[in-house]
């Protein structure tokens, strides 16, 4: 008993550390300039305020970084949906000189970190003539290593004999994918959504060697820049504390939504 009591103050403990910087952002971004820099991390304004966020979406660019990332995202998350789907099916079920070795590949790729590829990723997009486009910010992010890594692993769980059948009556490979495969497979692709969604609403390493116009710019990118202050002078942390909480809803929403199904990829196959 005592020892559970012991357990679950240290849990408590460890929870208020991890969430009293999300609260703190929160309150800030509420406070007034002065009040924010004399009295940090209260976590009650004095003087409550939406001054930040008119600030925002009335007297900035906020708006635009905000409908960039926004478009990027949802091309993106259908994107590698798809085309994790196709090629994850493809290394689960067609036979191929070479499948082994594009497997690994994609394990390889996996374990290379994402930094060492911004140049060659910027040479590329800048030499295919699609730099400071949305081509160039949403083409490299289409497919993903762990995306294809996944949707290989749910498809091997599914029993052939649930193919077979559809072959029988006549359906093509792209057809028993698409009706038969596909719809067995809600679980990881829910993942797929959730981690796309995700992974590109917060990447900023590849929109930083992709664009350079200010039309294009992403909330990570504008965010990043008006947290140095190069956006802005003072400290202004109403203003990018509210930035911040913007950007953070839409990710947390998803995830809320979805949590359940993150770790259940494992629904919904077919056992023989």
């Not at 698409?178 to 900023?204: C, D, H, K, Y």
Request: hydrophobic residues 55%; proline residues 5%.
């Amino acid at each position: 008993m005592v020892w559970q009591i012991v357990l679950y103050a240290v849990l408590i403990a460890i929870t208020i550390v991890y969430i009293y910087p999300f609260l703190v952002q929160v309150a800030t971004s509420f406070k007034t300039e002065p009040e924010a820099a004399a009295n940090p991390i209260s976590l009650i304004p004095q003087t409550f305020t939406f001054a930040a966020y008119e600030r925002l979406f009335l007297r900035s660019d906020f708006p635009i970084w905000f409908a960039n990332s926004a478009i990027v995202t949802i091309f993106v998350t259908l994107g590698r949906v798809f085309f994790c789907s196709l090629a994850g099916y493809a290394l689960a079920r067609l036979h191929f000189r070479g499948r082994g070795i594009v497997f690994a590949a994609v394990v390889a790729v996996m374990a290379v970190p994402a930094v060492v590829l911004l140049i060659p990723k910027f040479l590329v997009i800048n030499q295919l003539g699609i730099y400071d486009s949305y081509a160039g910010m949403i083409l490299p992010l289409l497919v993903d290593a762990a995306g294809v890594f996944i949707m290989k692993n749910f498809f091997e769980s599914i029993p052939v004999s649930v193919e077979e059948q559809a072959r029988i009556d006549g359906a093509g490979t792209f057809r028993v994918f698409w009706s038969v495969v596909l719809p067995m497979a809600r679980p990881a692709l829910i993942t797929i959504v959730i981690l796309s969604f995700q992974g590109s609403w917060n990447e900023l390493n590849h929109f930083i060697v992709a664009t350079q116009s200010p039309a294009l710019t992403t909330l990570t990118k504008g965010v990043a820049a008006l947290a140095s202050g190069q956006l802005s002078q003072g400290s202004q942390f109403p203003l990018k504390l509210a930035a911040a909480v913007i950007m953070t809803i839409p990710v947390a929403v998803m995830f809320f939504i979805f949590q359940r199904r993150i770790m259940n990829v494992s629904e919904g196959a077919v056992k023989e």
